[in-house]
C-alpha cells in the first residue's frame, strides 16, 4: 500500500508484486470525491530495488465534538477561568480539560476520551453554554465512543479526593448525577468501590455504600479568626518618660494611589457578579426588619484564651465565629420560624430540620456565603474545624456547589474588615440573616457600679417581615446573646 500526495487530496495505491522489476496496479482509492485528478506514468521510472515495499498506514478516529454537559442547578452558561490543555495536546479519560466558574461555584471538566486536542471553542474569561461544543477530541482509532455525560469534579469534593488518589494511585470516575448523590449524602467517592467499566462508580454503588457509612473527620487547615484589641499598655510615670527636644515624627500611612487608565472600560457581569444581580433583585422583594443590639464578650475572650491552646494540639485554630454559629444553632431549636423558607408566593412555609448555617465571606470572586452543614449535631470544635477548610476553598476560589447551595440561616462577619452596625440583606430563600461587627474594648459600668473595660461587640439582625414578627426576632436575639455573654450556660442546652 503507498501513499500518494497531491494538493486537493491524500489517496493510495495498492500494489502486487508481479516480478522483481514489475509491479501492476490493482485498486485506486480517493479518501474525498473532488475533482478527477489525472495519473501520468513515465516510462523512465527507475526500478525498485528492494525485494518488497514497506509502507505505513496511520488509522486515525473520527473527531468528536466535546460538549459542555448539564452540571446541575438549572445553570445554563458558564465562564471559561483556565484552560489544562491546548491544541494538540494527548488527553486521556477523566484528565481535567478546563475549569468553568458559573454563578454558583467553579467546576472542572474532565474528558470522557481518549485522544488528541484538535481545537478549543473558547477563550479564557469566554462564555460558554451547556450543550455547546468545548473542544473537538480526535479519538483513537478502535475507541469506544460512548454517548455519555461529561464527568465534572467538584473543586470541594476534588481536593478532599486527590488526596486518596495519590495513595491509591487511581482517579475517580463517576458522573455528575453521581458525584451529587455522593455530596449530598456526605461521602467521599475516594472510598467507594466503584463496579462499572473501568472502576466506574455508579449510582448503585453509592447506595451500597450509604448502609455502611462510617463518615469522617476532614483535614484541619488554616482559619483566619477575629483579633481582640491588645490590652493598652499601663501608664509610666511622668518621671520615667525621656526627655526630647524634638517630637517623634512619624512617616504618613501609605495610601494607595488611584489606577488611571485614560478610557472607561465596560464589561459584561459574569459568575458571581451576575448571581448576585439575580439573588438581591429577589431580596429587595422582601420587606426587611431590622433589629440592632450590643453583646458583652468579655467571658467568652477569658474562655476562648484557655481553650484556644488545647484546640491547636489537636490542629485546629479555634476562634469567635464557632461560638456564635454554635449559640445561633441552639437558638433557632427555640425559634424554629428564623430555620424556615417561603415560596416564591409567600403561601407556603418550610421548617428546614438541618441548620445550615452561612457566612457571609470576602474573597477575590466577590462576596460568596458557604454554610456549615447540620451544626445542631456538630460540637464548637468541629464547626471550627469546618470554618478551617471553608475558609482556605474560598481563599482559593475552590469553593464548590455542595458548600454554596442548602443554606438556611447567615451570619456575616463585617466585623472582621471593620465597621460596628450594618443592614444586611437577607439571602433568599431563607427568612433571616445577622451582621456582626468588630469586637472593641469599651468602658462599661460592672454589677457593683464601677466602670471597667468590656469587650463588645455590636450585631444587627435583618428579617422577612411577612412571616417574622418584630418580637420573636427580639427575643432570638436576647437568647443569642446570653449565650455569648455567658457561655457556660450553653452547656446546658448542647446534645
Not at 470525491?33 to 525498485?48: G, H, N
Not at 471550627?384 to 440561616?409: C, I, K
Request: charged content about 20%.
Amino acid at each position: 500500500m503507498l501513499w500518494l500526495t497531491s494538493n486537493n487530496c491524500d489517496c493510495f495505491l495498492t500494489l502486487s508484486q508481479q516480478s522483481r522489476r514489475s509491479f501492476q496496479l490493482q485498486s485506486f482509492r480517493c479518501d474525498r470525491t473532488l475533482q478527477p485528478i489525472t495519473f501520468r506514468c513515465d516510462r523512465k521510472l527507475q526500478v525498485f530495488s528492494c525485494r518488497r515495499l514497506h509502507v505505513a498506514v496511520v488509522n486515525q478516529g473520527p473527531i468528536v465534538q466535546f460538549k459542555l454537559s448539564d452540571i446541575g442547578e438549572g445553570i445554563m452558561e458558564v465562564t471559561v477561568k483556565e484552560w489544562y490543555v491546548k491544541e494538540g495536546d494527548k488527553v486521556s479519560q477523566f484528565d481535567s480539560i478546563c475549569e468553568v466558574q458559573s454563578d454558583k461555584a467553579s467546576v472542572t471538566i474532565t474528558s470522557r476520551y481518549d485522544g488528541v486536542i484538535k481545537k478549543l471553542y473558547y477563550d479564557v474569561d469566554a462564555t460558554a453554554f451547556v450543550g455547546k461544543p468545548l473542544v473537538d477530541i480526535e479519538t483513537e482509532s478502535g475507541s469506544e465512543v460512548i454517548q455519555e455525560e461529561d464527568v465534572v469534579e467538584t473543586p470541594a469534593m476534588a481536593q478532599e479526593e486527590h488526596t486518596h488518589q495519590e495513595i491509591k494511585g487511581h482517579k475517580t470516575q463517576a458522573t455528575p448525577a453521581v458525584r451529587r448523590l455522593a455530596i449530598e449524602n456526605n461521602i467521599k467517592l475516594s472510598e467507594v468501590v466503584g463496579t462499572g467499566k473501568d472502576g466506574r462508580i455508579l449510582k448503585e454503588d453509592i447506595l451500597n455504600f450509604l448502609a455502611k457509612q462510617t463518615g469522617a473527620i476532614l483535614p484541619p487547615t488554616p482559619f483566619q479568626e477575629i483579633q481582640t484589641p491588645p490590652p493598652a499598655p499601663a501608664a509610666a510615670p511622668a518621671a520615667a518618660k525621656p526627655v526630647s527636644t524634638k517630637a517623634a515624627v512619624k512617616p504618613p500611612p501609605a495610601t494607595p494611589k488611584p489606577v488611571f487608565t485614560g478610557k472607561d472600560v465596560t464589561e459584561p457581569l459574569k459568575g458571581f457578579q451576575k448571581a448576585m444581580v439575580k439573588t438581591m433583585t429577589v431580596a429587595l422583594k422582601i420587606p426587611h426588619f431590622g433589629y440592632c443590639d450590643e453583646v458583652d464578650l468579655s467571658r467568652l475572650v477569658a474562655l476562648r484564651s484557655e481553650l484556644k491552646p488545647l484546640a491547636e494540639s489537636r490542629g485546629v485554630r479555634l476562634s469567635y465565629m464557632p461560638f456564635f454559629i454554635k449559640a445561633a444553632s441552639l437558638g433557632l431549636h427555640h425559634f424554629p420560624i428564623l430555620n424556615a423558607s417561603v415560596d416564591e408566593d409567600c403561601q407556603n412555609i418550610t421548617y428546614k430540620a438541618s441548620h445550615n448555617i452561612g457566612l457571609a465571606m470576602d474573597t477575590s470572586q466577590g462576596l460568596l456565603v458557604p454554610n456549615v452543614k447540620n451544626v445542631q449535631l456538630l460540637s464548637v470544635l468541629e464547626i471550627a474545624l469546618e470554618l478551617n477548610r471553608l475558609q482556605v476553598l474560598g481563599a482559593s476560589g475552590q469553593l464548590g456547589t455542595a458548600d454554596l447551595m442548602g443554606g438556611t440561616f447567615t451570619l456575616s462577619n463585617i466585623g472582621s474588615i471593620g465597621g460596628t452596625y450594618a443592614k444586611p440583606v437577607i439571602l433568599p430563600p431563607e427568612v433571616a440573616i445577622g451582621a456582626l461587627g468588630k469586637i472593641q474594648v469599651l468602658p462599661r459600668f460592672d454589677a457593683a457600679g464601677q466602670v471597667v473595660p468590656a469587650h463588645i461587640m455590636k450585631v444587627s439582625w435583618s428579617a422577612d417581615h411577612r412571616i417574622i414578627d418584630g418580637a420573636t426576632m427580639c427575643r432570638f436575639s436576647n437568647l443569642w446573646r446570653e449565650y455569648l455573654e455567658n457561655p457556660a450556660s450553653m452547656v446546658l442546652d448542647l446534645k
